[in-house]
């Protein structure tokens, strides 16, 4: 069965420095989605991302974020300098469609930022 | 704003049913889906709502009541592995990301 994939697992970072994560949506969706869940708190949306541009973004998502889909089949997250408060499980969904209301989501990536 | 509130906790016996309530205030909705979460993992999709009434997945079944911005997931014949947190999720507008509610953390006892 298809599934969304995202690497690392774990990234374990300095303050200020830049991270990339990265999510492999699953081949024929459309939408894309980051959202992160500190721990034991709620899943909160980042952004989403459909035909090649971001479709919308929460406030959370701010100018030290940005989203890329480099190529056919990777979307990344870019966290240009990090912060404490960045430490967090960041997750990748996908949906085929706008209309299909089953978002399927990576493993995730816990960034821990010292 | 966007705001939705769920029980923090739920407790419950093998074999049991729960029901886990969700109220939402959106400026709009599209919608009312459940997650399940187990520690560590990913959250995953249980069911969808978009219209009044009662779904039913097998031992999982959601129910929503629009003009009471207010729905419920219902859990029969609970099982150990059914431990989880469990998320209801409002999808406002066509295509568009889903509010998270802050989750129910469901315990069930042999």
């Known amino acids: 069965e298809p599934e969304v994939t995202q690497t690392p697992s774990h990234q374990v970072t300095q303050m200020g420095q830049e991270v990339i994560l990265r999510c492999v949506p699953i081949?024929?969706?459309?939408?894309f989605y980051w959202y992160r869940q500190i721990l034991g708190q709620k899943v909160e949306f980042l952004v989403s991302?459909?035909?090649?541009?971001?479709?919308?973004k929460s406030e959370i998502f701010d100018d030290q974020f940005s989203v890329e889909r480099p190529d056919g089949s990777n979307f990344t997250l870019k966290i240009r300098s990090t912060k404490l408060e960045d430490s967090a499980m960041y997750f990748c969904?996908?949906?085929?469609?706008?209309?299909?209301?089953?978002?399927?989501f990576g493993p995730g990536t816990r960034l821990t930022v010292l | 704003g966007q705001s939705l509130e769920q029980p923090s906790e739920v407790t419950a016996v093998e074999g049991a049913i729960v029901q886990i309530n969700c109220t939402y205030q959106?400026?709009?909705?599209?919608?009312l889906s459940w997650y399940q979460q187990h520690d560590g993992g990913a959250p995953t999709f249980l069911s969808y709502?978009?219209?009044?009434g009662l779904e039913e997945t097998g031992r999982f079944s959601s129910f929503l009541s629009r003009s009471d911005s207010y729905g419920y997931l219902l859990l029969q014949e609970l099982q150990m592995k059914d431990s989880a947190s469990y998320f209801c999720?409002?999808?406002?507008?066509?295509?568009?990301?889903?509010?998270f509610g802050p989750g129910t953390r469901l315990s069930v006892l042999p």
């Open positions: 991302f459909y035909n090649n541009e971001i479709s919308e």
């Open positions: 709502n978009a219209l009044d």
């Open positions: 969904a996908s949906t085929p469609s706008g209309g299909i209301n089953e978002q399927f």
């Open positions: 959106t400026s709009g909705f599209y919608g």
């Open positions: 081949s024929n969706h459309l939408y």
């Open positions: 999720a409002v999808r406002d507008h066509y295509g568009q990301n889903f509010v």
